[in-house]
């Protein structure tokens, strides 16, 4: 982790009440998982699955897709760099601005990098490209008819496409289906996210079984410790929330900050969206919620392609995101 990660929120002593810096949508009743995992707590003396068969079992079941084009990780980002070091010294270029990791891993396996903002400039000679859809932070989402004719145009580069918000849009993204249509596609999902256990790290990756058997030749054994696999096995046979409250309560704060003096609205139809300040930084904001509400926003400034102004904010409780309302606009009146 090379440039670090906006969820800081270990490094604020206890401080913080509200937490909109990380997009893990943290007002879901896990209470039936915990009493799950306790009850299961003696199965940390054994070794977990090496290679999670029973959760790829699952998983397979529930998608409707052969358990060979599935590859279970600690987390999408496991998944990041396990491909990153399968494509190894590679030409690849990175959809900016986005998750900081695809870049990091790359780095570190010596891939040859370029970053573009658009998939229309994708250069000659590209072995891979990273695609983050939803995309983290903007909340942008591909057409998929736009995806289609892309990636078939392009049939001798693998796209990685990163789908770890999908749950959080009611608007149209691939299935692992639709994407095993293509040789040429790897499709990125985290547990983490839509089930709000970050904790745990828990993820998979869907793609053909050649791609996922040259992935998966890097993969540790025990990568996924056994009460990761115990909750995902739980979670997918028992648990399904309706996310569609975020997604609205998203919209409410995005229209009242919009009409905020001071501040611009990148609308999105996610949990979280991209906002960026007219005069200011993102960091002195940040450090005014911390120090006199307790409220941790995402200075979103070390973003490949952002400035100093930008930050994102991921919605919570709507008492908790009227008092962040009011202490944004606050704030701007001090200082704008």
Not at 172 to 178: A, F, L, N, Q, R
Request: some cysteine; charged content about 20%; hydrophobic content about 35%.
């Amino acid at each position: 982790m090379l440039n670090g990660h906006g969820d800081d929120i270990y490094a604020h002593d206890n401080k913080i009440v509200s937490n909109f810096s990380s997009n893990v949508y943290n007002n879901l009743d896990l209470t039936k998982l915990e009493e799950y995992l306790c009850t299961h707590i003696s199965s940390i003396h054994s070794y977990p699955e090496p290679d999670a068969i029973t959760l790829r079992k699952i998983i397979s079941r529930k998608l409707n897709i052969s358990s060979g084009s599935i590859c279970v990780t600690n987390g999408a980002t496991e998944a990041i760099y396990l491909i990153a070091q399968a494509f190894r010294e590679a030409k690849t270029a990175v959809v900016i601005p986005t998750f900081s990791e695809y870049e990091d891993a790359c780095r570190i396996q010596q891939h040859r990098l370029y970053f573009i903002e658009s998939l229309d400039e994708i250069e000659p000679d590209t072995k891979l490209v990273w695609i983050c859809n939803p995309n983290n932070p903007t909340g942008k989402i591909y057409d998929p008819d736009y995806l289609r004719d892309t990636i078939s145009s392009h049939p001798d580069i693998y796209f990685v496409i990163d789908q770890s918000y999908a749950g959080f849009t009611e608007q149209k993204v691939w299935s692992p289906d639709e994407a095993l249509q293509f040789n040429n596609v790897l499709l990125l999902h985290s547990l983490t996210k839509c089930y709000a256990i970050p904790g745990l790290r828990l993820g998979y990756i869907t793609a053909p079984s050649e791609l996922i058997e040259r992935i998966s030749y890097y993969s540790m054994p025990w990568s996924v410790n056994q009460m990761a696999q115990l909750a995902g096995q739980y979670l997918l046979e028992n648990e399904e929330y309706d996310l569609s409250e975020s997604i609205e309560e998203s919209r409410r704060v995005q229209n009242i900050l919009s009409v905020t003096h001071g501040i611009e609205i990148l609308p999105s139809e996610m949990h979280y969206f991209l906002c960026k300040l007219e005069k200011g930084k993102a960091s002195d904001l940040k450090q005014y919620l911390i120090s006199k509400y307790g409220i941790l926003i995402r200075d979103a400034s070390n973003f490949r392609g952002l400035t100093a102004g930008h930050f994102r904010i991921a919605i919570q409780s709507p008492e908790e995101n009227e008092q962040l309302i009011n202490a944004i606009g606050e704030w701007i009146k001090l200082h704008c």
